[in-house]
């Protein structure tokens, strides 16, 4: 079945770095856009990034040339370099595929990332 499991998240002061992974099984991930999405204390869930299979990105303006997204099609595994970090990036960071997002389905635990002096 549909699996993703999400690693790499802790605790960091501001202006520091993460880099988060996303190992994904069950479905053609090669093939698939794929997206990394976060829901920080009281809010809704966001999306945050997206890549398409040949390594097309888009970001929320929020996170634009500090967070970028790339993927190991070979590996089945999606990141997310995470630079500059501040304390509104504090959240939990969940990739999925837009399309099951939108569903709300297929989710996994999440990676817990937490900015704070």
């Known amino acids: 079945q549909v699996q993703f499991v999400e690693s790499g998240g802790g605790l960091v002061q501001p202006g520091e770095s993460l880099r988060l992974s996303c190992a994904a099984s069950?479905?053609?991930?090669?093939?698939?856009?794929m997206a990394w999405y976060r829901q920080a204390p009281g809010k809704q869930r966001e999306l945050v990034a997206t890549i398409t299979r040949d390594g097309t990105t888009n970001y929320v303006d929020s996170v634009k040339g500090r967070l970028t997204i790339s993927r190991d099609n070979a590996q089945r595994t999606m990141y997310l370099q995470m630079n500059i970090l501040k304390p509104e990036d504090t959240a939990i960071y969940y990739c999925?595929?837009?399309?099951?997002?939108?569903?709300?389905?297929?989710w996994g635990q999440g990676t817990q990332v937490t900015v704070s002096s």
């Open positions: 999925n595929r837009p399309t099951w997002a939108s569903d709300d389905v297929n």
């Open positions: 069950g479905f053609y991930f090669n093939i698939a856009v």
